[in-house]
């Protein structure tokens, strides 16, 4: 997937495509209809697929830290779009600004002279410019007086519900997981580079892998069963996902002890799948009361995995007798 950063990276050779714009914040299965859609359009036409979305999202220049927490970094993103089949990425620096220019100049000196869109597919809902002031409406006087085409994504539902990222955000704010997984089209996961710590864990004899998230604000917080994948495989385990009040942490960031693990992740990615939630987090008097709380947290995890070993070898079983 080609990576454009930047208006000033726009080059004539990128003119002529089909485009969708958004935050794509969780890539969850609306998205990835709409993406779908893109993408059979932009093979129809022989032309390129292209996202644009924005850094930092809208609301965090608006709202700053009220503004909704994070599903997806950046690279995360980046990652998801790729392995869907997007040809083209483009990262906008969204800025006062960019934010502050009239809807005309969007469509005319983006849309129109930069990159040349032959398709757009955005929804009816969406809105751009000063005070939010272009509608869909306006994009559709613009793509008949231009004539590029013009699609309005339709709301994919889940039973009765509108996936959207914010119903994600409150399914894993609820620790309903496997609903989150369900709008998401996978289970809910974090991902970052294994960095030194104050090697408390080691002390305390659960080693930890030391994730720095970036984010100004988590989805998640707490004591979770994970999954995590490794340059070594995967494994087992169990995280915390938090400030760490025992020890006065700082800032937020991802614990995970594995079980049965033996090497050095330092430097490499991780990516760690919430399985299940233990418990909140929470401050502990003293470091040996911290300590019998993790043997638990571990206890706990491995008696899910164990149970949930056993169901689905129940299941295959279910599955492979016959009927009589």
């Known amino acids: 997937m080609e990576f454009i950063r930047g208006l000033h990276n726009i080059q004539a050779q990128h003119r002529g495509c ?10 969850h299965l609306g998205h990835q209809a709409v993406l779908a859609k893109v993408i059979a359009i ?20 608006f709202a700053g830290l009220a503004a909704p927490a994070r599903l997806t970094r950046f690279r995360e993103k980046y990652t998801a779009l790729a392995q869907l089949g997007i040809d083209r990425l483009l990262c906008v620096n969204f800025t006062a600004e960019f934010a502050a220019q009239q809807p005309q100049q969007f469509i005319q000196k983006l849309l129109l002279d930069q990159l040349g869109v032959a398709h757009l597919i955005v929804g009816d809902d969406f809105h751009f410019g000063k005070n939010r002031s272009g509608s869909f409406d306006m994009l559709a006087q613009a793509a008949q007086q231009h004539q590029f085409g013009l699609y309005s994504t339709s709301s994919l539902i889940l039973g009765e519900r509108r996936i959207s990222s914010t119903l994600v955000r409150q399914a894993l704010a609820e620790d309903q997981l496997q609903l989150a997984a369900d709008m998401l089209g996978r289970p809910f996961a974090l991902t970052g580079r294994v960095r030194h710590g104050r090697k408390l864990g080691r002390d305390l004899g659960f080693p930890t892998a030391n994730v720095f998230l970036y984010r100004r604000k988590l989805p998640v917080a707490g004591v979770y069963a994970i999954t995590a994948s490794t340059v070594f495989g995967q494994f087992h385990g169990v995280a915390n996902i938090g400030n760490r009040p025992t020890v006065q942490g700082q800032r937020q960031q991802l614990e995970a002890h ?10 490499s990615q991780i990516e760690v799948v919430l399985q299940h939630k233990l418990r909140s987090e929470q401050r502990f008097d003293g470091l040996a009361a911290l300590q019998q709380q993790i043997a638990a947290d571990v206890t706990a995890a491995k008696v899910f995995f164990q149970r949930n070993a056993l169901l689905q070898a129940h299941a295959t079983t279910d599955k492979t007798e016959p009927n009589g």
């Open 258 to 267: 594995l079980f049965d693990f033996k090497g050095d992740l330092y430097g």
């Open 42 to 61: 932009a093979k129809q036409q022989q032309l390129p697929s292209c996202v644009m979305l924005f850094e930092p999202q809208p609301l965090e220049l």
């Open 18 to 27: 089909v485009l969708t714009i958004g935050n794509f914040d969780g890539v």
